[in-house]
């Protein structure tokens, strides 16, 4: 009852600031806050060029840099999950899991992630490892989420959709920013970013970060006698970040950007004490290099190649995982007009991926790899001055699953300024993952009730990829100049599911990768971000998810039908020189069922309230007190997922 009543307080608060809201619209407004809250925010990913949002053909949210650093975390999903449609299950304090529309599992491999474009999706276990990562909070410039199919634009696994993390650009840091946060159960983070102009053609920016935390206070990780209490230590999450840019303005239509980082993890992951993996060390190393020639009159063309190295170790009480990943890729688009009322972007790209792990066998043949390449096209056709019509067609070669095809179709319709709907269908297709496709694994397990349960997972050769049609109609607008209202109703088909289906007549036990039945989900998004005055922001959303399963697939996910967030922010500024702020976020979901032996097969409802204070004092020192949880409420959010409790980290920043 707990979690319920303190919804309940936040949604009458709500209730009341919007009843109020009159009173405070009539007083005098700063035009600068109105300008800002009313402004076209440009959006890159749903069409890979720079489109006012309100021409997106799809369902976007963008995340501004003033809402990250104010939602006072730095774990990127804990930023996400304030979003419209958004899954984020936390796994524990140093990884979570997140997709887009449902269907969330731990190794979550249909929600395609990016770093400025750079695939950050890691193909080998399939999944986004978010400590892993090799960016600080301070240096994300906005988070662009895509919400719906997105694969015949980027290809697999946006099936789901695809979250760009957009950095900033070197000539956008000026000096040295130093940020410190120390808070409960061990959490210690410090980091710096420098950059600036070189010349007059060319910037720089460095930075650099260590950070440390505890798991919370009794954490109950030893549900039914499977874990051997010693073999997990206290530290959640250990990490070590480096990053450098450099920018290069070749002339004022040509641009060069090189960047490179490392990033060495050691976080825990725990997805199913029988099954999942325990401490995880993950090193990366990339270098990107982005090449950018913008000659006017709409045209635009860039090409992007980068190097990923992965090393990840994983280990649990069952077995011991080593896997090396090299990834090499590169993509290329043009974009140029074909009239006043027609605009033609073209690409494609390939991509080098090898994996070698003790997870492949027989290990004569260890290492695996594969080769893909992509072609894709887009058209935007204005029809009528206020109609709007975008056609995406992808063709793909994956060496397992062959030739392949993703289309969509999306009509804008602007009837009246400042409000606009869109209606889009499509058919995306997601390829299996090197683990889904490759992994055989032979291994015991210790329960507390049987002496011993040996267990084979294997995946065969041949997996057709997963097929989704999709159904989406959506309206965003902006009313009185103060209300941002947006609803979505979408419906997804997917077939060709592949789950793990386990057969226990053994011994062993067989848990085999297939592709079974179909998976419907209808869902309902609607949100609004209100501006009651220049000092308050508010937002509310809901998201009603329903996913039906035929064939008797085995449930792999955790989707709860319901989820809700309200936030508000506050900011009172009596003078040039103080700034203090509050910032209070709370997301409510349902109850829901969920796969493995721990949690009884269900996760609960809960609520989770997170709350920033904050004070700025000359654009030049920042102090902040931020609360993860801060009405004690102690859940899972995950099948054999830790318990969450309360964290309280005080954060102080200066620049200069």
């Not at 935007?380 to 062959?402: C, I, M």
């Amino acid at each position: 009852m707990g979690n319920k009543k303190n919804f309940l307080f936040l949604f009458c608060m709500a209730a009341f600031l919007f009843i109020v809201s009159p009173v405070f619209a009539d007083a005098p407004a700063l035009p600068a806050e109105l300008l800002l809250f009313t402004q076209k925010e440009l959006v890159v990913t749903a069409t890979r060029t720079a489109m006012p949002i309100t021409k997106s053909p799809s369902a976007v949210t963008v995340i501004t840099r003033e809402e990250i650093l104010r939602a006072g975390t730095t774990h990127i999903p804990e930023i996400l999950r304030s979003v419209v449609g958004v899954d984020v299950a936390r796994v524990s304090f140093g990884y979570s899991d997140v997709n887009i529309r449902g269907l969330n599992k731990a190794l979550s491999s249909r929600t395609l992630v990016l770093v400025d474009g750079r695939t950050v999706f890691v193909n080998g276990q399939g999944f986004t490892p978010w400590e892993g990562i090799p960016i600080s909070i301070e240096d994300i410039k906005r988070i662009e989420v895509v919400k719906g199919p997105a694969e015949a634009l980027y290809g697999s696994p946006a099936l789901c959709g695809v979250i760009n993390i957009i950095t900033r650009d070197p000539e956008e840091v000026e000096g040295t920013e130093s940020n410190t946060s120390v808070g409960t159960y061990g959490t210690y983070r410090q980091s710096l970013l420098q950059g600036g102009d070189i010349n007059e053609k060319a910037a720089y920016k460095v930075s650099a970060e260590f950070s440390r935390a505890a798991t919370f206070e009794g954490l109950n990780i030893t549900d039914n006698n499977l874990l051997n209490t010693e073999y997990f230590e206290d530290q959640a999450l250990e990490r070590k970040v480096f990053n450098a840019s450099l920018a290069f303005n070749i002339d004022e239509q040509t641009s060069l950007d090189v960047s490179g980082g490392i990033n060495n993890a050691d976080y825990i992951f725990l997805t199913d004490p029988t099954t999942g993996l325990g401490p995880v060390n993950q090193y990366s190393r990339f270098i990107n290099i982005r090449y950018s020639h913008l000659p006017g009159e709409g045209r635009e063309f860039q090409i992007q190649g980068f190097m990923d190295k992965e090393t990840m170790t994983a280990t649990s009480f069952c077995l011991s995982e080593e896997s090396f990943i090299d990834i090499y890729d590169l993509t290329a688009h043009y974009a140029f007009p074909m009239g006043e009322r027609h605009n033609l972007l073209y690409g494609g790209g390939m991509r080098y991926e090898r994996m070698d792990s003790n997870l492949f066998t027989p290990v004569a043949s260890a290492a695996k790899e594969e080769f893909t390449w992509d072609l894709f096209l887009q058209d935007e056709v204005e029809l009528l001055d206020n109609l709007d019509f975008f056609g995406t067609l992808r063709y793909d070669h994956h060496p397992k699953s062959g030739y392949n095809t993703a289309y969509r179709a999306s009509l804008v319709y602007e009837p009246v300024e400042d409000h606009m709907f869109w209606a889009s269908v499509g058919e995306t297709f997601r390829n299996p993952t090197f683990t889904e496709s490759m992994v055989n694994i032979n291994y015991s397990v210790q329960l507390s009730s049987v002496p011993g349960v040996y267990v084979n997972t294997s995946s065969p050769e041949e997996l057709r990829p997963e097929k989704m049609r999709s159904y989406e109609i959506g309206y965003r607008g902006l009313v009185l100049e103060r209300v941002k209202p947006e609803v979505t109703v979408f419906f997804n088909e997917l077939r060709n599911y592949i789950c793990a289906t386990t057969d226990v007549a053994g011994p062993p036990t067989l848990t085999t990768e297939k592709n079974q039945g179909r998976v419907n989900i209808f869902g309902t998004e609607i949100g609004a971000n209100y501006l009651v005055t220049d000092w308050l922001k508010t937002f509310a959303n809901y998201t009603y998810l329903h996913v039906k399963r035929t064939d008797d697939i085995l449930q792999d996910d955790c989707t709860p039908e319901d989820k809700a967030n309200l936030g508000a922010s506050l900011t009172f500024d009596n003078n040039e020189d103080n700034k203090f702020m509050v910032d209070i976020i709370s997301t409510f979901v349902g109850p829901c069922a969920a796969p493995g032996l721990t949690g009884g097969g269900k996760i609960g409802k809960y609520q989770l309230t997170n709350i920033r204070v904050g004070y700025e004092y000359k654009d030049w020192l920042e102090t902040s007190i931020y609360v993860f949880n801060l009405f004690k409420d102690k859940h899972k959010e995950f099948t054999g997922a830790l318990d969450l409790g309360t964290r309280v980290i005080g954060k102080c920043t200066i620049k200069f």
